[in-house]
């Protein structure tokens, strides 16, 4: 389902499956774990979590122009440094909770090797995995996710429409005091798709908004019902949590330009009620695949092509419009969920939704 499916309104032009996968090439593939009920045991459950891999031009070697942009840096992307230096992404993405990133990454690379996911005689890679926190629901400090569960979500990635919500690395995930997860969104700019990817794990109720209207301010009702166990984070009345995003595109953008479009999701994200808090880690990554940078030694130069920089308003309009949607589609999506210590969120009520949204004359069908 999309929040479009609901009647709620949304600005600009979508391609096919509203989703990042409208961009050529990318894939998106989804492991999830649900198991176990009950009372928190460390490393036995319950399990609520997951991983998601992203490949930005399918499972080739292809490396591709990219930029990154921290807007709060209480979080976690590895690989952000060497992107950040040489403008080139290369290999899959992979997004799961706070306490998997080492053997995610570890993972990624037992991958390329066994698949020669690789083009030089000495392999290197520099895998980027990024995170949000899910130990309300999850336990988180079980170490759940194994190698195997890497591959499964790797191996399973294709194109086409994009499983959304409680799935993959927003499987134990909660935004704006609802449950949350993952969700996408693309929108068309010209002849360029633009898609965006978000694992949403932020935000405070009160401060939802959804179609300019102030939803979690009148949505309150079946509020979070949470039991911390030792050495857990609470549902805080300031942002607490994390949002990632990635961002894909067929526009002929160069690194400088990708820099100043991941700059826009912010803007995106306050449409819906996200400032990025003190203990928010917002922590966004953009690429084209329009450029395919070339791995072989024998060419010593690289033949490439951009848009020239007074026509990137559009995009800049397109990424903010995408976000709101993206993250609207990740609520939408969300089933309620029942966690760790019998810890329960609740999905964001659709019809309650929709009475709140005629009430302000927004709603379009």
């Known amino acids: 389902m999309k929040a479009r499916d609901l009647g709620i309104p949304f600005e600009g032009q ?6 990042i996968t409208d961009v050529s090439g990318v894939e998106v593939g989804h492991c999830t774990l649900i198991e176990g009920k009950g009372n928190l045991i460390v490393g036995k459950g319950p399990i ?27 979080g976690e992307m590895t690989g952000s440094h060497w992107i950040n230096e040489s403008g080139q ?18 993972a990624i690379i037992q991958w390329r090797i ?7 005689p000495v392999f ?43 799935v993959g690395g927003g499987t134990g995930m909660i935004c704006h005091g609802f449950k949350g997860g993952v969700g996408t969104s693309s929108r068309r700019v010209g002849n360029c798709t633009i898609g965006i990817y978000v694992q949403a794990n932020y935000g405070v109720r009160e401060h939802l908004t959804i179609a300019g209207v102030p939803a979690g301010k009148e949505l309150t009702k079946n509020k ?21 995003a990635v961002i894909a595109t067929d526009a002929p953008l160069l690194p400088y330009q990708l820099k100043r479009m991941v700059k826009r999701v912010p803007a995106g994200l306050a449409r819906v009620g996200g400032y990025g808090g003190h203990t928010s880690g917002d922590i966004f990554l953009a690429f084209s695949t329009a450029n395919i940078i070339s791995d072989s030694s024998g060419n010593l130069i690289n033949t490439v092509k951009s848009l020239v920089d007074n026509q990137l308003s559009p995009f800049f309009k397109a990424i903010i419009e995408a976000t709101e949607e993206a993250i609207i589609n990740a609520l939408v999506n969300a089933e309620t969920m029942t966690g760790i210590n019998d810890n329960i969120v609740y999905a964001l009520p659709h019809d309650e939704l929709l009475t709140i949204l005629r009430k302000y004359n927004r709603i379009i069908v």
Do not use: M
């Open 224 to 244: 979070p019902k949470i039991s911390l166990s030792k050495g857990q984070t609470s549902l805080q009345s300031e942002e607490s949590g994390s949002i990632i």
């Open 114 to 120: 066994q698949n020669n996911f690789y083009t030089t």
């Open 89 to 106: 992404l290369k290999g899959p993405i992979c997004l799961t909770n706070t306490h998997s990133v080492g053997v995610v990454r570890d």
């Open 124 to 166: 290197w890679g520099l895998p980027v995995v990024a995170e949000t926190y899910d130990g309300i629901l999850n336990d988180i400090n079980g170490f759940h996710i194994k190698k195997e569960h890497v591959f499964l979500a790797l191996d399973e990635a294709q194109g086409g429409p994009v499983k959304e919500g409680s």
């Open 14 to 19: 979508t391609g096919k499956y509203n989703s």
């Open 48 to 74: 609520r979590t997951g991983v998601t891999a992203i490949f930005p031009y399918g499972k080739k070697t292809n490396r591709v122009y990219a930029a990154i942009y921290s807007y709060n840096g209480n």
